[in-house]
């Protein structure tokens, strides 16, 4: 059973692009999808943490407003950053799913039980994934592929019917 699932950043949970201006503000674009796939797999017990190599506000900001409280930055030896998070939580890489899209996710990825990749990214990271998404980065992949770990836990009916209770 999947306990953990780690995402990239660039190019998973955003289209990949870096949008800098000439005042030195950079810009990204997360899909709200994945965000409320995000903070509903939270609310199901499930653990979800950020590890990526650049270091941005905007992705400590959007991971806080998700319920992220694991948000590693400026990361250069993920493996290492996985393993602090097994140890944190008590886990093991059988229990976790890593969401990751280009070459400096290829090695993480491969040591987890589930592996899972947007259509768009590296043709490495497609050839070790359990998992390809119909969708490309930034554009609905992470809520595809949280949904399918989801619906496999048999926890997706509880958040349809969490917000279907709403609605009445």
Known sequence: MIKLIVLDVDGTLTDGKIYLDNMGNEMKAFNAKDGLAISQSIKQGL?????????????????????????????????????????????????????GDDLNDLEVMSLCKFSACPKNSASEIIEISHFISSKNGGDGAVREILEKILKEQNLWKNIVNNFSSTAQ
């Open 47 to 99: 653990k979800i943490a950020i590890i990526t190599g650049r270091t941005s506000i905007l992705v400590e900001r959007r991971g806080k407003e998700l319920g992220i409280t694991d948000i590693i930055q400026g990361c250069h030896n993920k493996i290492m950053a996985l393993k602090e998070l097994l140890n944190k939580y008590n886990l093991t890489l059988e229990e976790t799913a890593y969401i």
